[in-house]
Structure formats: structure tokens, C-alpha cells
């Protein structure tokens, strides 16, 4: 059940991955592990009768993976949207993660999303330092706050450096004033309420043993 009183951000970290079997995409661009894609499949299950109003993946595969896990066992294939500005910080400068083209091959029904976080025609952002990280993070949750409103619950799927920026932003919090140790398929939300306060529900939950 949802309530109707709070927007709910349900951040993901992606699954175990490994860097020995890159293929055509950039170094920085990990596949998963066969680990990994059992997370997924587990992830899966747990939220399988979570209703979530998005998919919103960043545009690095086993981030996009992890997503596609959870969409699969909907069994309603629901869509996917593809945000570049959700990349690992550090990323190759220039690589913003793998075309739609090439992520629809794992999964779908996959899109990029319509709206370019930083107002302009090309993917131009940079994620080498915590200052451009801050205000892609800023970009990120200005974006989901004016696109969702109360009564809305949304998943995004990302990574362990940028989620750190992600989530003291979306609580308004400087980051790394405290820091998080997010594991594999970790689930942590933040909720938005009516008179205005930000809530850090959970940090790292995994069991799903609470309600959504």
C-alpha cells in the first residue's frame, strides 16, 4: 500500500559486478557477476508486489541489469527509464553509460528519459570530483521532486559513489557529512512528507522485511 501523504525515492544499488569482460563498452562500464544476476533475481522477488509509479536506471549496464531484474518480475514488463546523469562518479570523461539501443537488448521496454537534466541538447556533465558530483546530485533530486508528487513511490537504480551525493541530497543534507556503506542490491529510502520534512526510512535493507 502506498500513502498517499508522502513521495517515497527508493534508491538501489546495483548488483555485484566485475570488470574482466567489458566487450565494447567503456572500462568503467561493469557486467555482473553470475552472483550478480542471481541478486537480481532475489531482488526481484522481494519487491514483486511493490507498486512503484517509475524505473528510473542509470545508463550503466549492471545498474540497468539490476533494474531490468525487478521489472521482470512484475510480469506487467513495466518501463525502464534510462538517466545518464545517474552514472558512478568517476566514469570516463565523456562516457555517459550505453545507448538505448544497446540497453533494450537486455530488457525491452527501455527508454531514454525525455528530459536532460542539465538543459542542454547533448550529455555534457562531468562526475570527476565531489563539487560536479553535488550538483548532478542536486539535478537528480530537483528532478524527481518536480516530476512526482505525494502518493508516489519511485525506484532508482544507481551506484555506491554517486548514491552517497544522492541521498544526504535528497534528505538536504551536505554529503559526506556522515557516510553510507551500501551493500549489493541495498535498499534505502527517503520519504517526503506533506509539511515539508525529508525522512531517511531505512539505510541497507535487504530482508524487505518491513513495509514499503
Do not use: W
Not at 569482460?21 to 555482473?32: A, H, K, M, Q, Y
Not at 506487467?76 to 538505448?100: A, K, Q
Not at 541538447?121 to 537528480?140: G, H, L, M, S
Not at 541530497?169 to 551500501?182: C, E, I, M, S, Y
Amino acid at each position: 500500500m502506498k500513502n498517499k501523504d508522502t513521495l517515497e525515492i527508493v534508491f538501489i544499488r546495483h548488483a555485484q559486478t566485475c570488470y574482466e569482460d567489458i566487450g565494447d563498452r567503456d572500462p568503467s562500464d561493469g557486467e555482473l557477476t553470475a552472483e550478480g544476476e542471481r541478486q537480481c533475481e532475489l531482488l526481484g522477488e522481494k519487491l514483486r508486489d511493490v507498486h512503484f509509479d517509475a524505473y528510473i536506471s542509470s545508463s550503466l549496464l549492471r545498474a540497468f541489469r539490476t533494474a531490468a531484474g525487478v521489472c521482470r518480475a512484475k510480469g506487467d514488463n513495466p518501463l525502464i527509464e534510462i538517466c545518464p546523469e545517474l552514472v558512478e562518479c568517476g566514469c570516463t570523461p565523456g562516457y555517459y553509460g550505453c545507448s538505448e539501443e544497446y540497453l533494450r537488448k537486455r530488457y525491452d521496454n527501455a527508454k531514454m528519459c525525455e528530459t536532460k537534466l542539465y538543459g542542454t541538447t547533448e550529455y555534457d556533465f562531468v562526475c570527476a570530483t565531489d563539487e560536479e558530483n553535488d550538483i548532478r546530485a542536486q539535478k537528480v533530486i530537483d528532478y524527481l521532486k518536480s516530476r512526482f508528487t505525494f502518493g508516489d513511490r519511485v525506484a532508482v537504480f544507481s551506484h555506491h559513489g554517486i548514491l552517497e551525493h544522492l541521498i544526504p541530497t535528497a534528505l538536504g543534507v551536505k554529503p559526506h557529512v556522515f557516510r553510507f556503506a551500501l551493500d549489493n542490491v541495498s535498499v534505502t529510502v527517503v520519504e517526503y512528507h506533506r509539511d515539508g520534512t525529508a525522512i531517511l526510512r531505512c539505510v541497507n535493507r535487504e530482508d524487505m522485511n518491513y513495509s514499503l
